[in-house]
């Protein structure tokens, strides 16, 4: 069975910081491309960001561009995603999944961004 599970959630000021982690298991983390994809208060999943399942090929929403990084450590099946610069607007639900829609993927972190 699939398991995500997602952590590192939580409130930060406008400009702060936070660090995500997902923990993989029930499927072979390492042969696939992996993605973090989010969804705000009263709208959408929006995806974020896509790391192939080498770690050395990664790709970014405009909206996030230059201020969030994803990783991965296939050694300990999990993924990462490092988030600074933080705006209010990427106040959302933040979920690791399988596929860049979003279909399979975790229960989610909370990211709230307030003063």
């Known amino acids: 069975e699939v398991q995500l599970v997602e952590s590192g959630g939580g409130l930060v000021q406008p400009g702060g910081s936070l660090g995500l982690s997902c923990a993989a298991s029930?499927?072979?983390?390492?042969?696939?491309?992996m993605n973090w994809v989010r969804q705000a208060p009263g709208k959408g999943l929006e995806w974020v960001s896509t790391?192939?399942?080498?770690?050395?090929?990664?790709t970014y929403a405009d909206s996030v561009k230059g201020r969030f990084a994803i990783s991965r450590d296939n050694a300990k099946n999990t993924l990462y995603l490092q988030l600074n610069s933080l705006k209010t607007e990427d106040t959302a639900m933040y979920y690791c999944?399988?596929?860049?829609?979003?279909?399979?993927r975790g229960r989610g972190t909370q990211v709230t961004v307030s003063s």
């Open positions: 029930g499927f072979a983390f390492s042969t696939y491309s």
């Open positions: 999944a399988i596929d860049r829609s979003g279909t399979v």
């Open positions: 790391i192939n399942a080498g770690g050395w090929s990664t």
